[in-house]
């Protein structure tokens, strides 16, 4: 029976030259570690974007945004 086994290289780059390819641990809270797949170096990410939350805003996402009236004049021809 064969097997195909893939080696892995490892690159030494610097952090400053790296092209990260970020591995981030499961979401457990705000939070989640992650460490470049290349050079090493770790990051901490959000879980969540923090500025947004649509149904904070006035609770009912499906409420369109209010537009405001257009005066027209009298002499208007439209």
Known sequence: MR????ERTEQ??????????????AADGP??????RYCGETREFLNAF?????MK???NP???PEIPGVDISKDSKS
């Not at 923090?50 to 649509?54: A, D, L």
């Open 3 to 6: 097997h195909k086994v893939k």
């Open 12 to 25: 030494n780059a610097t952090p400053d030259q790296c092209h990260h390819y970020w591995v981030i641990e």
């Open 31 to 36: 939070t989640s570690l992650g460490e470049c």
């Open 50 to 54: 923090p500025e947004f939350n649509p």
């Open 57 to 59: 805003r006035n609770g």
């Open 62 to 64: 499906l409420t369109l």
